[in-house]
């Protein structure tokens, strides 16, 4: 794994990944790990394979273009995933190398899918990855964001395996931060560029609001974004009778970071579209609660030159705006 196992200087990484460029390294470690080397030695190439797939976009870019064309390379990958092999970290860094080619190139989504679905069509590694360990759950809930994101084909697969659904709805209650927060990064991939998975994601409205008291910010942010991609679509019942609006601005208010209180500004703007959400924001008292929100706002920023609530300032001075506007 040298020399990414190790601390080297930036220079030194540089220079060794142009000469892996230059040499051809990726083809010829990719023949011979698939040609030469049998299953239960080939963990350290394919974390090495990982790593060059993250750093290197010339790796990336011949990786995926090797999966879309050579059966063979695709071949490997499934068995790799499919076979007798139990290793997690060969499980693990062949998703997060999957997960770097997608950045890449969406078109690879297919033969990754392809690869992932087994011999049984039944994707049977992504739920053996999500019933694993903390490690196999958080990579494989990254890889599924990603292939979402990129492919309304695989949103249309995934909806038709309610098994592997189910297993990653689990993932959203693990006590593990990093699970979660992986687990819900994917529910909002799942419907950011579609609403194939809608309705899935609609049924978990009530953990998406508990969500918006998480320890982790990130967790917070993760669950006030997916709820807005949820209203982006229709301001479902569900998304009613849970109070989403109102947890949105109490959240918008009182959130203690600056980030989570930006974004939950940004979805309550998006919600105003719906009339339903106008009426329920005057209901609870939104201009009122927002005003202070940038009174208390506007004193932060005069004591400090710098401040970071400045874009919170904006959004809060938008929405603010918006409402009074809506109101006269």
Not at 24 to 37: E, F, R, S
Not at 63 to 77: A, G
Not at 104 to 129: E, M
Not at 298 to 326: A, F, T
């Amino acid at each position: 794994m040298f020399p990414f196992s190790i601390e080297t200087s930036e220079t030194f990484l540089e220079r060794t990944l142009e000469l892996c460029q230059r040499y051809d390294i990726i083809q010829k470690l990719l023949w011979v790990t698939m040609t030469h080397l049998p299953i239960d030695r080939i963990e350290v190439p394919i974390g090495l394979i990982a790593q060059l797939s993250y750093y290197q976009e010339s790796s990336r870019k011949t990786i995926s273009q090797m999966l879309m064309e050579d059966v063979q390379l695709c071949q490997f990958y499934a068995n790799v995933l499919n076979g007798s092999n139990d290793s997690e970290f060969i499980l693990c860094d062949v998703f997060f190398t999957f997960t770097n080619l997608i950045k890449t190139t969406d078109s690879v989504v297919s033969s990754l899918s392809d690869i992932l679905s087994g011999p049984q069509n039944d994707f049977d590694v992504l739920k053996r990855a999500l019933s694993g360990s903390n490690l196999t759950k958080a990579k494989c809930c990254f890889l599924m964001g990603h292939m979402t994101k990129s492919s309304r084909t695989f949103c249309t697969v995934l909806k038709t395996h309610p098994d592997v659904l189910d297993q990653l709805r689990q993932c959203c209650f693990e006590e593990d931060s990093h699970v979660r927060k992986m687990a819900f990064f994917v529910l909002g991939n799942f419907i950011s560029t579609n609403e194939i998975l809608y309705e899935y994601v609609d049924e978990l409205t009530p953990f998406l609001v508990q969500a918006l008291n998480d320890t982790i910010s990130k967790i917070r942010s993760h669950a006030v974004n997916t709820l807005g991609f949820l209203a982006r679509y229709r301001l479902s019942e569900r998304l009613i009778s849970f109070k989403v609006p109102e947890k949105l601005l109490d959240v918008a208010c009182h959130d203690t970071h600056v980030i989570v209180q930006e974004f939950a500004l940004r979805v309550l703007k998006q919600m105003l579209k719906h009339e339903r959400a106008k009426e329920i924001l005057q209901e609870c008292n939104a201009t009122d609660k927002l005003s202070n929100l940038l009174s208390n706002l506007c004193i932060q920023m005069e004591n400090n030159q710098y401040s970071e609530v400045d874009g919170l300032v904006d959004e809060c001075e938008e929405l603010l705006s918006m409402l009074i506007e809506q109101c006269t």
